[in-house]
């Protein structure tokens, strides 16, 4: 099955600052998602972006698919402490194959 | 809706004991998951069932677990017997349809002795 690969693994920035994690992934995909994980919590959905998609919005969160990379980023801009969270990417392909999460990168934003 | 509903929230028990994990996924969704998730593993995909038939159960570790999902609106997970390894915190999520938008419960957190 398809699985993203987040990076980094650990991000540590100051609140205002944005924060951009990348995922790659390693076969065509139908769509990719990206997940926030608070501590001790389930995953929350943040954003799904489909294959013919190039860029998504939602608030702060902006989201880019690059296929011929096989890669996609999150930014999150002008931070704050409640960001504070582990982002996971989960990249889903056609038939059969559904989403699988990596590892996550841990952010921390310094208030 | 109140959303994917997990019980227990959290479990303690004895080596050896039955453990048994309830989900109760969004109504109208037809697609359910069970992950477990430790520090060394990360996130793992257990089992997932479409239309309450197992699909892939490729994640199951071993005999020990074993997964069901009498009905739409209900699903467990078993472990007989537990072990300490087992120490995780298992989540369920559903979806409309297996590629699309996970709901994730609150997560039961086990802990075997």
């Known amino acids: 099955s398809q699985q993203g690969e987040e990076d980094p693994q650990a991000l540590s920035i100051q609140e205002g600052e944005n924060a951009t994690m990348n995922c790659s992934y390693k076969?065509?995909?139908?769509?990719l998602q990206w997940y926030r994980q608070n501590s001790g919590r389930g995953l929350v959905h943040l954003i799904l972006?489909?294959?013919?998609?190039r860029e998504k919005h939602s608030g702060r969160l902006r989201v880019t698919l690059d296929t011929s990379k096989k890669s996609s980023s999150l930014l999150i801009t002008a931070s704050r402490a409640a960001d504070t969270a582990s982002y996971f990417c989960a990249a889903s392909s056609g038939g059969s194959y559904i989403p699988t999460f990596g590892r996550g990168t841990s952010l921390i934003v310094h208030p | 809706d109140a959303g994917v509903i997990q019980s227990p929230r959290h479990e303690v028990t004895e080596m050896g004991q039955e453990v048994t994990l309830r989900c109760k996924p969004i109504?109208?969704?037809?697609?359910l998951f069970w992950y477990r998730q430790t520090m060394m593993r990360g996130l793992e995909l257990l089992i997932y069932?479409?239309?309450?038939?197992?699909?892939?159960d490729s994640g199951m570790p071993e005999d020990r677990f074993s997964a069901k999902m009498p009905n739409a609106s209900f699903s467990t997970l078993k472990i007989q017997p537990s072990e300490p390894r087992d120490s995780a915190v298992y989540f369920c999520?559903?979806?409309?349809?297996?590629?699309?938008?996970?709901?994730f419960g609150p997560g039961t957190r086990l802990l075997v002795l």
């Open positions: 109504s109208g969704h037809n697609s």
């Open positions: 999520a559903s979806s409309l349809a297996s590629q699309e938008t996970q709901y």
């Open positions: 972006i489909r294959s013919n998609e």
């Open positions: 076969t065509s995909i139908n769509n």
């Open positions: 069932f479409n239309n309450n038939v197992p699909i892939d």
